[in-house]
């Protein structure tokens, strides 16, 4: 299992590329893949340009309705072993307008 300080690494690192990415104006063709959430909530750095696929520019609400084809869901994961009960509660809530809200909130795209 990796400790809090690699994963702190990690984001910070993530960010110091994408900044890099920023700056290079090597070519007006350069391109480069990062995650919409990382680059919108994580680390902001308005001189990236997203780019549409098929005409289609990524934002929450393309990406909710599954208009930009490059999005994937969030899983919600359960040990063996955890009680199925609380279990079904957590995701009944997770979907529900107020766990909707919090995904929002978090800077997520809500299924709704």
């Known amino acids: 299992m990796k400790s809090i300080g690699h ?3 990690s984001i910070c690192l993530f960010g110091a590329l994408i900044d890099r990415v920023a700056e290079y104006k090597d070519t007006r063709d350069s391109i480069w893949y990062t995650i919409y959430y990382f680059l919108r909530e994580m680390h902001q750095n308005m001189n990236i340009k997203l780019l549409g696929v098929n005409g289609v520019i ?3 609400e ?3 309705n599954r208009g930009y084809v490059f ?3 969030i ?3 359960t040990r ?3 009680v199925p009960e609380n279990a079904a509660l ?3 809530w997770l979907v529900n307008d107020a766990g909707q809200k ?3 909130q978090a800077g997520f795209v809500s299924v709704r």
């Open 80 to 82: 063996k072993g955890d």
């Open 62 to 64: 393309t990406i909710r």
């Open 58 to 60: 990524p934002s929450n």
């Open 71 to 73: 999005s994937g869901p």
């Open 102 to 104: 919090l995904v929002e």
């Open 90 to 92: 957590l995701l009944r």
């Open 7 to 9: 994963f702190c690494f």
């Open 75 to 77: 899983l919600a994961v």
